[in-house]
Nanobody, 115 residues
Framework: QVQLVESGGGLVQTGGSLRLSCAASGSTYNINNAGWFRQAPGKQREWVATITSGTTTNYAGSVKGRFTISRDNAKNTVHLQMNSLKPEDTAVYYC?????????WGQGTQVTVSS
């Protein structure tokens, strides 16, 4: 069993920055592959960024160049650094990982960007 807990969300003005964290716990799981997704009100959940067990990262076009996903192995945590935030980035952000074919999601953290 894996538990994912997101943190770091909040209210920020346009152009501001936030750093989200996703802490993994449970058994001896070391978070390797992980992704960030987001869901705005009335919209479907969408993929934001992924980091693989190596150092490969991928980003949705809407966030490329502004967001950075990274992993802290010592703390078993994945981060999402979000810069130059826009009102359209407002959403609940979720962390996801897959272990032995089982998908795990965190509870989400709210990010609100005011104009």
């Amino acid at each position: 069993q894996v538990q994912l807990v997101e943190s770091g969300g909040g209210l920020v003005q346009t152009g501001g920055s936030l750093r989200l964290s996703c802490a993994a716990s449970g058994s001896t799981y070391n978070i390797n592959n992980a992704g960030w997704f987001r869901q705005a009100p009335g919209k479907q959940r969408e993929w934001v960024a992924t980091i693989t067990s190596g150092t490969t990262t991928n980003y949705a076009g809407s966030v490329k160049g502004r967001f950075t996903i990274s992993r802290d192995n010592a703390k078993n945590t994945v981060h999402l650094q979000m810069n130059s935030l826009k009102p359209e980035d407002t959403a609940v952000y979720y962390c996801k990982t897959v272990l032995r074919g089982v998908v795990y999601w965190g509870q989400g953290t709210q990010v609100t960007v005011s104009s």
